[in-house]
């Protein structure tokens, strides 16, 4: 006999599954419950609040689309920070599409972070937990300021993802993005 899921990993899990083909206005106490197959009550037992669990799936969601991307780059140890950044902007471009109605709802929870406590303390804790994530996928180092670049490197791609969820011709990747990048180096001030 195997052991039974948690409730609250079976609703982050059913969560998961709505972010990702219902839009936000669909996504119900009622089929979020319905999806994963736990009671309705429990969403408010274990989160408190319906908008409270979407933001803790939509972090939970982003966390594995982070692991997919650092999956997909291989073995990293002997590529040079640069190589390792142009390879994760790759992945990352090779994946979003994937990722499209989570990346949606997690818009939505930025809204919603203005105005709610509570999810504006759940992602930042997301943001906190994934920057140490970032600066080590990409070679940055483990101090203060390699947490820091890899802010800057997640503000690029959230700004970048936002972009495109408005209007997919303003994604810039590939070749576009290196050389955008270097045009950029090229006004940062020198260290």
Known sequence: MSPQRSNRSQLIEGTLRCLERLPP???????IADESGANLASIAYHFGSKDALVTEAAIAGLDRWLAEVAAGLGDLADRTPEERYRAAS???????????????????????????????????EGFRRTRPDV?????????????????????????????????PDLAIEGERMHRAQVRLRGVLPEA
């Open 25 to 31: 206005e669909r996504i119900t106490a009622r089929a």
């Open 90 to 124: 790759e992945a990352v471009t090779g994946t979003r599409d994937s990722h499209t109605g989570l990346a949606r709802h997690y818009v939505t929870a930025l809204a919603r972070a203005q105005h709610d406590a509570s999810i504006r303390d759940t992602l930042a």
């Open 135 to 167: 600066a080590a996928l990409l070679g940055l180092g483990d101090d203060e300021e390699g947490r820091d670049a890899a802010g800057l490197a997640l503000a690029l791609f959230h700004g970048l993802l936002i972009q495109t969820l408005l209007a």
